[in-house]
């Protein structure tokens, strides 16, 4: 968990990051997308994103965290045994604040942050300007529902996003419903 490269941290430093990020991953109790993980190492404003990068790395290569692939490609990050077993012997390095700060956003957020793990969509625009929206649902690693469909422009992809995430479920239903009338 040393820093390799001097780059960002001094070593102390990029451990007790490294020691955040395990915390972290065991306060959320399940893998990660690699952006949601992002997203709370750096909520608190305290971790910069390639201290934050770095430090994953270092924890995904020395197996303290695992790094798979949901079946949409999507990387998903959880905490192992081994890196149960650092963060036990080293959680004394996450300072009261600074435990207690991620302790209380993760509380204050963490069913919504798994509400969005589990349920997202998100636009693209390719190459030829066409707009796409991909809706899904995912249960641990593996979507049980993915949709892609193309939309008209930004607009109605912004839209087409905010549904989904506002209730996916009745979307479903209603997707579901014109593909399978038989009139």
């Not at 049980?144 to 549904?163: C, F, G, K, W, Y």
Request: glycine share 8%; proline share 2%.
């Amino acid at each position: 968990m040393a820093n390799t490269s001097g780059m960002f941290e001094d070593g102390s430093q990029m451990t007790a990051n490294s020691v955040l990020i395990l915390y972290v991953l065991e306060l959320m109790e399940g893998p990660l997308p690699d952006d949601t993980l992002t997203e709370l190492i750096m909520a608190p404003g305290l971790v910069n994103y390639f201290t934050m990068c770095q430090c994953l790395s270092a924890l995904t290569g020395g197996g303290y965290v695992v790094r798979n692939l949901d079946s949409m490609g999507r990387a998903m990050y959880d905490i192992t045994e081994s890196g149960r077993d650092a963060l036990s012997s080293m959680k004394y390095m996450i300072s009261g604040g600074l435990g207690a700060a991620y302790e209380s956003y993760i509380r204050n957020h963490k069913d919504d942050i798994k509400k969005r793990t589990r349920v997202d969509a998100n636009w693209l625009r390719d190459s030829k300007g066409n707009y796409f929206v991909h809706c899904f649902v995912r249960e641990g690693l593996n979507a049980v529902i993915d949709v892609t469909v193309p939309v008209a422009d930004r607009e109605d992809a912004e839209t087409a996003v905010l549904n989904w995430k506002n209730n996916a479920a009745e979307k479903y239903v209603g997707i579901l419903k014109v593909l399978l009338d038989r009139s």
